[in-house]
């Protein structure tokens, strides 16, 4: 909660005083109730803002496109596509899988199916409770709405196209893996948006739900690795497109604040006015 006490701290340290009227007051008994008035008038920044100013954090480049970002997530997915057909990296990823049965026997651990939106909820929620998060709830939400959408056509239109086989079915839908990209999706927009500490743990849990997708035998090698590859550039999709969403919907826009305090001499009475402005 301190990070809001300080966020109202910089709202009021900010304000700028005009006097837009100033009546003289000593000895003068005509003045009406609206005797001496003091109009406070501030812009309030967004969020978003403030806490870049309180944090000293200069706005990110991941917000704008760079063709350098897409090296990690496309080295990703290119390896995962060599994996598909290369006899090779067939072999590895068998020896894998066989290893893993070896060890997990007839115990799976089906948690992935829910763990994998672990960095999604907590990437929208955080906000919400007071943890320093760098965008309003309706930017992360339109950004991870974005990003979770490109994420879903990029995966159904590879699975549907390349109709890998699974390894414990017949089923043609594994290339790529659809949880592992939901959650490194998760956990990279928790990275864009509550920087590298909060990231760690986001991707700590996205790599657990990759091995847990092998060890439950629901997916090969090559299937987690591009799944990773698209979840991190569908998040970085959402951020590129979040200044577009900004300039169309004006929510870059300040919002106008105002004050006016009043005192009475006759009465002693003060009195306070306050409108605002979205």
């Known amino acids: 909660m301190t990070d809001w006490i300080r966020f109202l701290m910089l709202c009021v340290a900010s304000l700028t005083v005009t006097f837009s009227s100033f009546a003289q007051v000593a000895g003068d ?41 897409l090296i990690l997530p496309a080295a990703l997915v ?30 799976y651990f089906r948690a992935d199916d829910y763990i994998q939106y672990l960095p999604v909820v907590a990437y929208v929620g955080l906000g919400a409770v007071g943890v320093k998060c760098r965008h309003s709830f309706k930017e992360r939400f339109a950004a991870g709405a974005t990003a979770y959408l490109a994420m879903g056509i990029m995966v159904n239109a590879v699975k549907y196209s390349v109709k890998e086989k699974r390894p414990d079915s017949n089923a043609r839908n594994s290339f790529p893996s659809g949880h592992t990209a939901t959650v490194f999706m998760g956990a990279e927009l928790m990275r864009l948006e509550y920087g590298t500490g909060l990231a760690i743990g986001a ?13 439950n035998d ?47 001499i006759e009465t002693r009475a003060v009195g306070f006015g306050l409108a605002a402005s979205f």
């Open 203 to 215: 991707y700590a849990v996205a790599t657990g739900v990759a091995f847990l997708r092998l060890y």
């Open 218 to 264: 629901r997916h090969w090698l090559n299937d987690v690795i591009a799944g990773a590859g698209i979840g991190i550039l569908s998040a970085r999709i959402g951020y590129w497109m979040l200044p577009l969403y900004q300039k169309w919907f004006h929510w870059t826009k300040s919002a106008t604040l105002s004050v006016m305090p009043s005192y009475n």
């Open 29 to 69: 008994s005509t003045l009406s109730p609206m005797d001496v008035v003091i109009q406070l008038e501030a812009p309030v920044p967004d969020a978003a803002a403030v806490l870049f100013e309180h944090t000293g954090e200069p706005a990110r480049p991941e917000y704008r496109f760079n063709a350098k970002q």
């Open 78 to 107: 290119a390896v995962g596509s060599f994996g598909v057909r290369n006899g090779a990296f067939n072999k590895l990823k068998n020896s894998i899988r066989n290893g893993l049965a070896d060890w997990r026997g007839d115990h």
